[in-house]
C-alpha cells in the first residue's frame, strides 16, 4: 500500500512534463507561424503520422453532411458513386456522329441546293419584271457581237473610233430596216393574190375531203364551217382585246428597239470601259479569274453569231429559190422568216419550214407541199450534219439535250426573246466554266511547285552559318 502513493506522484510529474512539452512544442509552432515559411531539413522532420482510413461513404454522409473547406467556406459538393449492386449504362455517342456520313453529305448539299434554288427563283422574278430591258441589252450584246468586228477593220483601216463606230452601226441598222421594210412590202403587195389562193386552196381541199377515203360528208363540212364562223362571231370582244394588246405589244418592241440601238451605240465605243468598270465590282481574290474568262466568253458569242448569222442565211437562200422555183407565192418573205426563225435552234428551224409547207399547201396543193417539205428537210439535214459544225466549230458545241431544255427555259422565262438568246447564253457559261476551272487548277499546280521549290528553313539557317 506504501507504493501507491510514490506511483501516483511519478505519474503526476510525467504528466506534468508532458504537457510542458506540448505547451513548447505549440509555443515554437506558433513562433515558425508568425515568422513565416522556412526550410525544414527532411532528416530532422519529425515521421508524419498516418492518414486516417477513409471512411465508407455511408458513414462519411452521416458524420459530415456538408463538408466545410479549411477557410470557412462551404466545399464544392461530391457526387458519390454509384453503388456496385447499380446496372452499368452505357454513355450515349455524340448525335453529330450517330448520323450516318452519308446522310450528313446529303444534308450538306440539300442546303445549298436550296439556297441556289431560291437565288435562281429571285433572279428569274427580277428578269420577268424587267424582261424588257433584259431582252434589248441581251439583244444589243448580239448585235454588238456581230458588228464589232467590222469596227476593228475601219479603225485598222484609219478611221477614228468614233467614225468607225457611227458608220458601222448606222449602216447595221439601215440594212436592218430595209430587210423588215421589204418583208411588210412584199406580204402587203402579195395579200390579195394570198387570199385568193388561199380561198382556192379550202375549195380544194373540200373536194378532196369529200373524194377521201375519211367518208367526210358535204354536211360535215358546213357545219365545221358554220362552228368556225360562230366561235369567231361569239369572240368579237376577245379578238378586239387582243387587238389592243397587240398594240402595247408593238409599243413594247418599238421600245425595245430603241434601248438596243442606244445600248449597241455604247457597247461599240465605250465595250473596252464598260467592262474595266465591270471588273472593278468583282471581289479582288477573283477579278484575275474574272478578267481571263470575260476575253474569252466574247470570243465565244461572237464566233456563235456570226456562225449563226452564216448558217441562217445559207438556209434562206436554199429554202427561198427552191420554193419560189416550185411556184410558192411570197417565197422571198417566207425566206426572210426562215433567216429570222433560223436563230432559235430546232423549234425555229420547224416553225418557219411548216410555214412554208402550209403556205404551199393552201395555195398550190398537196404535192406541192409534198416537195417543198422535202427541200426543206434536206436543207435542214445539210445545216445540221455539215454547216452548224463546219462553221460554228468546237468554240460554241453545246449538246442538243442541254440545246432543247435551255431552249424550254429560255421561252418559259421570256417568251420567243428568251428561246433566242438561251443557246448563246448557255454556250458562253460552257465557256467560262470550263476557263475557270483550268484557271483554278493551274494556280493549284503553281502553288505546288513553288511550296516544293521552297528550301527548308533548316537548310537556309545551314546556307547562312556557311
Known sequence: MSRVPSLLGRLGAGLTRMGERLDERRAAADAEAAAGPMMVDPAMAPPLAEPPATPEPAAAEAKSPVPVAPSGEHAPEHVPPPPSYAPAVAA?????????????????????????????YVLTQVISAIRLVVLAFVAALLIT??????????????????VATAVTAISGFVIMGLVGWFVVWQVMDNLDDLSNKVRDGIEELKRWALNSPFHVTEDQINQIAKNLSDTIGSNTNEITSAGLQGVTV??????????????????????????????????AAARPGVAGA???????????????????????????????FLGVPMAVPLAVFIFLFAFIPLVGAVISGALAVV???VTDGVFNALMVLVVVLAVQQIEGHVLQPFILGRAVRVHPLAVVLSVAAGGLVAGIGGAVVAVPLVAVTNTVVGYLRAYARENALRSAVAVAETPAPEVVAAADRE
Open 92 to 120: 450515349r455517342p455524340d448525335p453529330v456522329l450517330a448520323v450516318p456520313w452519308s446522310m450528313r453529305v446529303a444534308a450538306e448539299v440539300g442546303w445549298r441546293l436550296l439556297v441556289l434554288a431560291g437565288t435562281l
Open 145 to 162: 457581237a456581230l458588228l464589232q468586228p467590222t469596227v476593228a477593220r475601219l479603225k485598222r483601216m484609219g478611221l477614228p473610233r468614233g
Open 250 to 283: 408593238l409599243v413594247e418592241v418599238l421600245t425595245g428597239i430603241l434601248l438596243a440601238m442606244f445600248s449597241t451605240l455604247f457597247l461599240l465605243y465605250d465595250g473596252p470601259k464598260i467592262w474595266q468598270w465591270v471588273l472593278k465590282l468583282v471581289p
Open 294 to 324: 470575260g476575253p474569252q466568253a466574247w470570243r465565244t458569242l461572237t464566233a456563235y453569231v456570226r456562225g449563226t448569222v452564216i448558217v441562217a442565211l445559207i438556209d434562206a437562200i436554199c429554202i427561198g429559190v427552191g420554193i419560189y
Open 359 to 361: 403556205v404551199a399547201l
